[in-house]
């Protein structure tokens, strides 16, 4: 009996030897291969590099709409609020292989936002900046008009980076009346895009006051400085507030440089009641596909201007800051009449060259 016992065991332990060595076997030839498949995998990547560093389905930028880049640069400024909508993909990019260098550079700028101060130039740039084929600096850089000793490299490396095909731009309101400007922008770019925003030369006085007394609260009233003589009546239209309000003497210095299809002008009335109409004109004018559409805006009743509603990953709107919207301070209607009837004759010119009446009364 133990003799037939221990012969079971004998087989038994045959049998498990025989298993363990099948099983020992197959893993090893599943190792091989998979390594094989592995190593084929780790030359083809050393081989074929990724084309495009894209974050979210091939678009460059993040949920902020700030452009990320290869070399981990962000450029400054916003891109797109919700470029997932636009249906085009990324801007410039084509579905083929066309051997194009797809990174960014700083570029001297192909548009300028030139004019004019308290006419809606910041509300004009952040509604330009929802757009993915537009680059621009934030800040108001002056160069033209302060900066110019310091040279064009200089400028250049302020402008955010931008991909072939994007529009690099910036503004500066104060290009827009410095006379030595027109012929220093000429001198870096004969093709250069102009942009102004202009608005009722009086209200727009009236705000520009309004500023200055938020910084110097203790400088005379409006129409003590508006006046050379009060009791005359005589305007003093070299006073900043007033002179600024001169469109027509300050785009003739840009006529001498820039012919007249290369200047457009926006309504600041018009980009506040309609801004979606106002940024399809200013897209046209740079040659870019209409993206920036009324979906993009609501109109905030408190601040009484338009805001971008919110972006993609924000619980909050987009607003202008404080500074913008404040209550204007308050002029005598007297004063009031004598600064339009002052305007008019100005006003004619200014509509004549511009080839449109803004309607001021």
């Known amino acids: 009996y133990c003799i037939m016992i221990f012969a079971d065991l004998r087989r038994l332990l045959h049998r498990l030897t025989i298993a363990s060595s099948l099983a020992i076997l197959c893993f090893s030839l599943v190792y091989l291969l998979t390594g094989c498949c592995e190593s084929d995998l780790r030359e083809n990547s050393e081989i074929k ?96 008009d302060r900066h110019y000793a310091r040279g064009l490299d200089w400028y250049r490396s302020m402008m955010p980076k931008a991909l072939d095909g994007q529009i690099v731009m910036e503004k500066t309101p104060r290009y827009f009346v410095t006379v030595e400007t027109p012929a220093r922008v000429h001198a870096m770019s004969q093709d250069v895009k102009l942009i102004v925003v202009v608005r009722d030369p009086v209200t727009r006085a009236i705000s520009d006051y309004t500023q200055i007394i938020s910084k110097t609260p203790d400088i005379p009233p409006f129409e ?51 801004p979606a109409g106002e940024l399809g004109k200013v897209q046209d004018f740079l040659g870019l596909q209409r993206i920036v559409t009324d979906k993009h805006f609501y109109f905030n009743k408190t601040k009484g201007f338009p805001c971008l ?53």
């Not at 894209?54 to 930028?61: A, E, H, Q, R």
């Not at 990320?68 to 909508?85: F, I, R």
């Not at 209550?327 to 010119?349: C, G, W």
């Not at 004549?352 to 309607?359: I, K, N, R, T, V």
């Open 49 to 144: 590099p990724p084309q495009h560093e894209f974050l979210v389905s091939g678009w460059p930028y993040d949920r902020n709409g700030t452009s990320v880049y290869k070399d981990g640069v962000s450029a400054a400024g916003e891109g797109a609020l919700y470029p997932g909508e636009t249906g085009t993909g990324p801007p410039g990019l084509d579905t083929n292989s066309s051997g194009k260098d797809w990174t960014a550079t700083r570029r001297l700028p192909q548009a300028l936002i030139i004019g004019v101060k308290k006419g809606g130039t910041r509300a004009l740039l952040e509604f330009l900046r929802l757009h993915p084929d537009i680059r621009a600096l934030g800040s108001e850089p002056h160069f033209f």
């Open 224 to 274: 003590s400085l508006a006046f050379k003589n009060r009791t005359t009546g005589q305007i003093d239209s070299l006073w900043s507030p007033l002179w600024i309000g001169l469109y027509a003497q300050h785009l003739e210095r840009w006529l001498a440089w820039f012919p007249r299809t290369q200047i457009h002008l926006v309504s600041g009335e018009r980009l506040i009641s309609d």
């Open 309 to 361: 509603k919110k972006p993609e990953g924000s619980s909050k709107p987009h607003c202008l800051g404080k500074t913008k919207g404040r209550t204007h301070a308050s002029i005598d209607p007297e004063v009031m009449q004598r600064l339009r009837d002052f305007y008019k004759p100005h006003n004619q010119r200014f509509y004549q060259m511009a080839g449109q009446d803004f309607g001021w009364q």
